[in-house]
């Protein structure tokens, strides 16, 4: 069984601060993908981010980055310098990496609010 | 720019009324799916497809049917709408690239009296 854990519910800051948003995942796969979306107030998800298992770099795209380490099985996203335009709700999610049959059938976390105030 | 539409985006209705949600996407994806979000925000997979009259159940149980008799259309049938039912459903779909995203529409909110 697949399990992501974002233990934060909401979150608040103030513009230009710097935000951790944590996820922590479970799963019996050795191989698997892990993903984070954004769902601004319109509804729709918005796709960040994909790693692969296999994968453990870092990655920086602009004022985003993600730590994933698989010891802790943890793959954390941090926001630098937030701005009001990031207020979201911002979902981890885990599939299997298997071939074929199930692949991509995505387990979610309960998401954490984010509200980013002037 | 996801091409994915869902339709309606809102809607409130009666005990005991058939509703279907549509959706439908351009980009020629195989792979759809029904996602139920609580109100509460969590995320469960209720159906998918992984292409033309191919449908499964998804983890969560869902008194809800889909069908797929063409490969950009994956709506969501609901016979009888109960209080229950009341949630928001996103559609995804998914193309043969490697990269994993799952392309979401705008949901759609339904509310059942």
């Known amino acids: 069984a697949q399990k992501v854990t974002q233990a934060q519910t909401e979150i608040s800051v103030v513009e230009k601060e710097d935000v951790t948003l944590d996820c922590v995942y479970e799963t019996r796969d050795t191989t698997y993908y892990l993903f984070w979306y954004k769902q601004p107030p319109s509804g729709e998800l918005v796709f960040l981010i994909r790693?692969?298992?296999?994968?453990?770099q870092n990655e920086i795209s602009g004022r985003y980055s993600w730590n994933f380490q698989k010891s802790t099985s943890s793959f954390n996203f941090t926001i630098t310098a937030s701005q009001v335009v990031d207020s979201a709700v911002y979902f981890c999610a885990l599939s299997p990496g298997r071939s074929g049959g199930s692949n991509y059938k995505l387990t979610f976390g309960k998401g954490t609010l984010l509200t980013v105030n002037p | 720019e996801a091409d994915i539409y869902q339709t309606p985006r809102y809607l409130v209705i009666g005990t005991g009324k058939k509703i279907t949600l549509e959706c439908s996407q351009t980009m020629g994806h195989d792979k759809m799916y029904w996602y139920q979000q609580d109100p509460g925000m969590e995320l469960h997979l209720i159906h998918y497809s992984y292409g033309v009259n191919s449908t499964e159940k998804g983890d969560l149980s869902s008194e809800s049917t889909v069908s797929r008799i063409r490969t950009e259309h994956f709506p969501l049938t609901l016979e009888s709408a109960r209080p229950s039912h009341t949630s928001q459903y996103l559609c995804?779909?998914?193309?043969?690239?490697?990269?994993?995203?799952?392309?979401f529409g705008e949901g759609s909110r339904l509310t059942v009296l």
């Open positions: 790693r692969n298992s296999f994968d453990e």
């Open positions: 995804a779909s998914k193309g043969r690239t490697n990269t994993g995203e799952l392309f």
